[in-house]
């Protein structure tokens, strides 16, 4: 975008310049220039110099050095053309590029010509015109977009002269003819574009006002030429009606009174309730991720009673499976509770974050106080009133979690900021449903989120980090000593490892002669044992190829083989370093993944060759370590006379080794106050570690406080402002106290729930819309990440209120209201309908037909094969991974449900799929011993959770005896366990209706 | 506002994802309307990962700050005299069949962001660019994959560090709000490409036979719901599997490539670093052969001439002296080998290949990540062979002349497939608006 103004005032430029014949025009060539290249500095309120380049009559005057800036028809000796061309120094614009050639020439053109003002005067009367009716417009409606720098669309309405000039659609505004002028259609929505964009229409008055304006040839003020330098973050009407920004209604009325009434006005008529097997299967699936068991069936079936259903629903809620299937739907908006084990942080511990998550559900803790922890966990009491909790310390830890690296985030601010940016993201997408991360870079374009809002934010997370605290702690201030004691230590040990550095290379004379001579000398002295290696290398792959029978790599074998004889008849050997020592550590004893000849000997049975291997492994090991110690010591080894002052230093480090490790031992990695100190604070850390003869090491300058600035465009390499921490405008933007020594996350949770407010409705209406879309497989509002005026506009927004409500009021009781939803009769309705109306189900005036998620289809394969339901998916990757399993990339939508031949191919061929889980169900239910019409009962119950139909039962005799007339046999098992796989392999199985 | 059932209609047949909805292949090979004529019938993407450093490669800077910062020398090559780095000798030799764009720009100066945005972030859909093309040229063989990342490292092959990745992951490469089935498909092992290709059941009759059990079973359920189309696309995706238990196989298995011993030479199957890359290349040629739309191979780790490894993210004098010459060997012999072998075969007119990676280096530190100057080379696929196109300024460093944005290469891309960026569209979501053809690379 940026590319294209400048581009197209470029090209005005070059066009009006190459027709040389009119003469120079000051509004619509001089000033553009001016303002592109100058005016940064050179203008009213900030006339550095002295110098004002906004008007011909202050550029005559000119500023305090040079005297008159253009002297009219002397182009020579104007300081104007001389500082620009370098002929008077300084150059101009400073920092900056020289002006390019023709835009000198222009200049010189214009002064040359007389430097003559050919901006339009105005009357009094159409001034005040201008002022009374047409600046207050701009101002609110326009300068959000199209001012600054960057206009949105090439159009910069905050000028006359960028008025004239148009933008990438080309001129906006034909002066005296308001008919012909685009401005107009576009605010009259007339066209195809509407303007003001997402903002209010004009009223008829101020679009009245506007026609005037152009009639009277858009006056203009003559000492104010460009109204405002910067775009202004405006909230419209528009912003504050959004159904999702609006208060919560006070009262609210039942689902399916809501529903029905939205029905009759759509003329949609509802399905019939589901029956029973099908509704049981649909809420077990639903609130537990599990089939129900027989016994479940027959009791709900048997029984008559009025509230049968609503005794399921509560059997379901109390069951623990509950806590594991509605918290693993919560880990998908945490981007997995993933850890930093994909991008190279520290171990957060998953496993524990996503117990503690299903222990939270189970009980049903508020909602408002599981959202707090994610933000503020650590510097918060526990619930069973301890000072301190762990749990909650990783729960405030998730939102660092995403999957941009951590690498090198204290050493590259742009991998700090967009750790921090994930912060913001979580903050905004999992607990307010809304994209408060766009506004990074500029304000939201949507929603009422300014860019100063998003460093307001970002203030609160660059302040945290994480750190180790020992597992007992007793409260937050416990936690930040350890955290400091912690970063005390290592940077004691930097500064002796430091001074060992230094120490080292000058007793190794010559920036490390001696220890260069003994590494060299060293060589000559391994080359036997480096040669012997290769012999022995040899041997294995020979033993491989012999062992081998696979044709072509039997040819790769041999090749290597080659290869390596052929150094051996002339043998060079490997120059040796510490690293190198240690690749050769990996090559005979492995490492990751890379299998070590150790082992590989081994599996070949070649006992004395492993054995010879493994001695040499000891020997390269204790070559590796001596060579480290000489590198350490500038080629002496420790305790030598010549290095006892090394030694001390080196028996310091030891010691602090020993503290930290014992420290680490009882340590776990959590969320922690103090931030990474903000980069361009760094230097003096970095000084004073350089005088110190220490690395410097910015994660361990002590915990820092304090607000982030605003990076223009979100560039970190284009640090602006501080902006002080606090909240939104939009949700009233009060400032907060926060102390000194502390990041401010506690205020920004209590904040983030605070009663009746928008923020605290968001949270509501995006937890509840969740919950919808968890129980019918699409949310009321089908953008669940994007609650603001980018996402869709729901059908009902009023049904979304009332369940908020219904949240809110129950104390943030999910189970209540997952509850109240589940036993609404719109919930209980069928999938199948025979109306044609509402195909997408928008209205939901039927249930959907979804595929369940990967965790309930592993769930109901060990349910059928083992007659297991306890929540454990270990070992069952494989089926995992078929089925679209949750990304830790991303804070998830809504899971995927692909259709993929591979997933059919798992399905149908390999051996632990469907061909184990049906042997297992006929072992398990000794199905072999039942009579076939039983037999087929039972199989349905225990895969369907239903009876068959006669067509269904007709089917299964017929696919039963079509096998056995083959084989001739009355009975087996097999084709039981056939019959169940096709079963398995059926749509029914992972589809709920 | 339009009726699913019709949506449902008009997309799956506009968009190859007919029956099986799926990449993998569908009932019946859709009779796609292009928007206009297109050449591009398959794409074959070497990705450098790591964001290769223009000034090493293909665009010579023409003012050195640092000449410790350009070891590497370039000469002009073939009729065209396209200037090309001394790392290339193979490529020098093809490059009157190259297309050197050297002014991309809009690129995403981080790793796993610029890997989504290249491949990804030219829509809201945030679909990759091969699932856009799959979609819109629709599947060419029913039994195959249609998108495909070629990753993994043949056996004996102890010289690359690792199989291959993407910047980005799953994102980079999946379909976004397109049908999920478009996403590639990653083949992580060479020897197994395709798993559970083998049937338990006896004979291919015998499984006929007990997918139209299936398919009967399935209408039991699917009668009741006779509007969720998902449903026969299910059991229809049953049916595609057993078509690619033979036909799969048959695509990748290269045993008798390999037998050929100037198929070894021209995709350098012997030298141990270019055994992975070519074998990937040649399989990659047997897949657009039969219809494959889109197959990336990402570039490997290498073993770094001054010990270690890396990637093409070169930061340092030490690993662009070490670890580039590499990673140029593991892909320069076997891209010269594909491009003269899809010549002889007549296939280059109709397979584009490209080069290039998440983004540049230069600016501030002059071998930093930068997203404002970086070089791609195209060959095949009617681009206009034997040029360069665009130009960086004087560093090198921000693309100047010509500049082609990121979503003006996809735009390209696609044209040249004979898809209007403007008129390609899922549930009325295309291409961004902005997005320009350069025309300049279209011969």
């Not at chain 1, 979804?850 to 394969?861: D, F, G, K, S």
């Not at chain 1, 366990?977 to 059926?986: G, V, Y």
Request: aromatic letters at 8%; one cysteine or more; hydrophobic letters at 35%.
């Amino acid at each position: 975008m940026k590319l294209i103004f400048y581009l197209s005032v470029g090209a005005c430029l070059l066009l009006s310049s190459a027709i040389a014949k009119d003469p120079v025009s000051f509004e619509r060539e001089v000033l553009p220039l001016l303002e592109h290249r100058c005016n940064e500095c050179h203008h009213p309120e900030d006339s550095q110099g002295g110098l004002d380049l906004t008007r011909v009559a202050t550029i005559l005057r000119g500023g305090d050095d040079d005297g008159p800036a253009a002297i009219p028809g002397n182009p020579g000796e104007s300081p104007l053309v001389l500082r620009v061309t370098g002929e008077t120094k300084p150059r101009m614009p400073k920092k900056e590029e020289p002006l390019p050639d023709h835009e000198i020439d222009l200049l010189k053109r214009w002064v040359a010509e007389g430097a003559r003002d050919d901006t339009p005067e105005f009357s009094q009367e159409d001034l005040t015109f201008f002022e009374k009716e047409i600046r207050p417009v701009l101002f609110t409606h326009c300068f959000k977009c199209h001012a600054g720098k960057d206009p949105e669309s090439g159009l910069m309405l905050s000028s006359r002269y960028g008025i004239l000039a148009g933008g990438n659609r080309g001129p906006v505004v034909i002066p005296g003819d308001p008919e012909q002028s685009f401005l107009l259609s576009a605010v009259r929505h007339e066209g195809v574009l509407k303007m003001p964009k997402g903002g209010d229409k004009l009223s008829e008055e101020k679009i009245a006002s506007l026609e005037e304006w152009i009639r009277r040839g858009l006056p203009w003020p003559s000492d104010e030429k460009v109204l405002t330098r910067e775009k202004l973050f405006t909230i419209s009407d528009a912003d504050r009606e959004h159904w999702a920004f609006r208060p919560l209604p006070t009262s609210a009325g039942s689902i399916d009174t809501i529903l029905e009434k939205r029905w009759q006005a759509e003329d949609l008529e509802p399905a019939p309730s589901a029956d029973r097997h099908r509704l049981l299967r649909r809420v077990s699936y639903d609130l537990i991720g599990y089939p129900p068991t027989p016994e479940e069936i027959a009791n709900y079936i048997n029984d008559d009673s009025p509230g049968a259903f609503e005794k399921v629903v509560d059997r379901l809620l109390s069951s623990d499976l509950y806590g594991t299937r509605w918290g693993r739907h919560w880990l998908d908006y945490t981007r997995n509770g993933a850890n930093g084990q994909q991008n190279r942080g520290p171990e957060m511990l998953p496993a524990r974050y996503a117990k503690w998550v299903t222990d939270c559900f189970n009980q049903d803790v508020p909602y408002d106080w599981f959202a707090q922890t994610h933000l503020a966990g650590d510097l918060m009491p526990g619930r069973d009133g301890s000072g301190y909790s762990i749990d909650l310390a990783l729960a405030a830890a998730v939102p660092l979690n995403g999957a941009r690296t951590f690498q090198n985030a204290a050493t590259e601010t742009f991998a700090l900021m967009d750790k921090l940016d994930e912060g913001v993201e979580f903050m905004g997408r999992s607990l307010m449903g809304i994209s408060l991360e766009c506004a990074r870079c500029h304000d939201h374009k949507f929603d009422p989120i300014s860019q100063r809002d998003y460093y307001a934010l970002l203030g609160f997370f660059q302040s945290s980090w994480f750190g180790p605290v020992p597992s007992d702690t007793k409260s937050p201030a416990e936690a930040f000593a350890a955290v400091e004691r912690e970063r005390e230590l290592l940077q004691e040990k930097a500064h002796f490892d430091g001074l060992i550095r230094v120490e080292a290379t000058r007793i190794s004379s010559h920036g490390g002669e001696l220890r260069n001579r003994w590494m060299k000398e060293r060589q000559g002295f391994l080359k036997p044992w480096d040669k012997r290696l290769m012999e022995l290398e040899v041997a294995v792959l020979q033993g491989e190829l012999k062992a081998s029978a696979d044709k072509k790599l039997k040819l790769d074998i041999q090749t290597a083989i080659d290869e390596r004889e052929l150094n051996l008849s002339d043998f060079k050997q490997r120059f040796f370093d510490v690293r190198s020592l240690k690749e050769i550590g990996y090559q005979i004893g492995g490492h990751k993944s890379e299998i070590g000849l150790i082992v590989r000997s081994e599996k070949l049975g070649l006992i004395d060759l492993q054995k010879e291997l493994s001695t040499w492994k000891e020997r390269f090991e204790t070559e590796r370590l001596e060579w480290w110690e000489r590198h350490r010591f500038g080629s002496f080894r420790k305790g030598d006379p010549e290095v006892e002052q090394l030694t001390k230093w080196d028996d310091e480090v030891v010691k602090i080794d020993a503290e930290l490790e014992k420290l680490r031992a009882a340590r776990i990695v959590v969320r922690c106050e103090g931030g990474l100190r903000r980069a361009e604070e760094l230097a003096e850390f970095a000084a004073e570690a350089k005088a110190d003869k220490r690395q410097f090491y910015p994660d361990l300058v002590p915990a820092w406080f304090g607000d982030a600035r605003l990076l223009d465009r979100g560039d970190v390499m284009e640090p602006r402002e501080l902006i002080p921490r606090g909240f939104p405008t939009f949700f009233g933007g009060e400032q907060t106290h926060i102390d000194e020594k502390s990041s401010g996350r506690l205020e920004l949770a209590k904040w983030i729930i605070t009663q009746d407010s928008t923020q605290s409705a968001l949270v509501a209406r995006a937890a509840v819309n969740r919950m919808w879309l968890h129980l019918f497989g699409e949310g009321l509002c089908r953008s669940p990440k994007e609650l603001g005026r980018l996402g869709e506009i729901p059908e009902m927004p009023e049904l979304i209120d009332a369940l908020a409500v219904k949240l809110i009021k129950s104390g943030w009781s999910k189970k209540s209201v997952i509850r109240e939803i589940v036993i609404s009769n719109a919930y209980q309705q069928s999938a199948i309908t025979e109306s044609k109306q509402d195909p997408a189900n928008r209205f939901f005036a039927r249930q959907n037909v979804r595929r369940l998620e990967a965790e309930p289809i592993v769930n109901t394969m060990t349910w059928i094969g083992e007659g297991r339901r306890d929540g454990n998916l270990l070992g069952e990757v494989h089926y995992l991974s078929h089925f679209d399993p949750p990304t830790t990339d991303d804070l998830i939508e809504k899971r995927v449900a692909s259709i993929a031949p591979t997933q059919a191919l798992f399905l149908m061929n390999q051996p632990t799929a469907t061909q184990k889980v049906a042997s297992d169900l006929v072992r398990r239910l000794k199905l072999d011993s039942l009579e076939l019409p039983d037999c087929l009962d039972v199989i349905y119950e225990s895969v369907y959770q239903r009876h068959p139909t006669d067509s269904e039962l007709t089917f299964a005799r017929e696919f039963i005896e079509r096998r056995r007339s083959q084989v001739e046999k009355s009975i087996t098992t097999e084709e039981i366990s056939e019959f169940i796989q096709l079963l398995l392999c059926s749509n029914e199985l992972i589809y709920l209706e | 506002m339009m009726k699913r059932r019709q949506f449902l209609k008009q997309t799956c047949s506009a968009s190859g994802i007919v029956a099986a909805s799926s990449g993998w292949g569908a009932e019946a090979v859709p009779s796609t309307q292009l928007h206009h004529p297109g050449k591009v019938k398959s794409v074959i993407f070497y990705y450098c990962r790591g964001g290769p450093a223009q000034g090493h490669t293909f665009d010579k800077p023409k003012k050195m700050l640092d000449p410790e910062l350009h070891p590497f020398q370039f000469q002009k090559s073939g009729q065209s005299g396209l200037e090309i780095s001394e790392l290339f000798p193979e490529l020098q030799k093809v490059a009157d069949d190259l297309c050197i764009i050297r002014s991309g720009y809009g690129a995403k100066a981080t790793h796993a962001e610029g890997g989504q945005h290249i491949f990804s972030g030219t829509s809201a859909l945030k679909a990759s660019l091969g699932a856009w093309l799959l979609y819109g040229l629709g599947t060419g063989n029913a039994n195959l994959p249609g998108h495909v990342v070629l990753t993994g490292r043949v056996p004996g092959d102890n010289w690359a560090k690792s199989d291959g990745a993407i910047h980005g992951g799953a994102r980079s490469i999946g379909a976004g709000g397109l049908p999920p089935s478009l996403q590639a498909q990653v083949i992580r092992d060479l020897k197994n490409p395709i798993e559970n290709l083998t049937s338990p059941l006896d004979s291919a009759a015998t499984q006929e036979r007990w997918l139209s059990e299936l398919a009967e079973l399935n209408t039991h359920f699917s009668g009741r719901h006779p509007d969720v189309a998902e449903l026969n696309s299910r059991t229809a995706s049953f049916r595609t599997a057993f078509r690619m238990q033979s036909a799969a196989p048959e695509a990748f298995d290269l045993s008798k490539e390999v037998e050929n011993p100037s198929i070894r030479k021209r995709y350098g199957l012997d030298p141990l670093p270019t055994r992975s890359t070519g074998t990937k290349l040649l399989l990659a040629r047997r897949l657009v052969e039969r219809g494959v739309r889109f197959i990336t191979v990402p570039s490997m780790t290498v073993p770094s001439l001054g010990g270690g490894q890396g990637d093409w993210d070169t930061h340092t004098p030490v690993q662009l002296r070490g670890v580039t010459p590499n990673l140029c060997r593991a892909c320069d012999h076997p891209l010269a080998g594909l491009i003269t072998d899809l010549k002889e075969r007549g296939l280059l007119e109709q397979t584009l290949v490209i080069w290039g990676g998440e983004m540049g280096r230069g600016d501030k530190g002059f071998l930093n990540h930068n997203g404002d100057g970086f070089t791609w080379w195209m060959a095949g696929g009617g681009v206009k062979a034997g040029t360069a196109y665009g130009a960086t300024d004087e560093l090198g460093f921000t693309a100047v002349e010509n500049p082609v944005h990121v979503r003006d290469f996809h735009a390209t891309i696609l044209w040249m497939a004979g898809l209007d960026y403007r008129q390609l569209k899922f549930k009325g979501i295309g291409l961004e608006e902005s997005c320009k053809l350069a025309q300049g690379i279209i011969s």
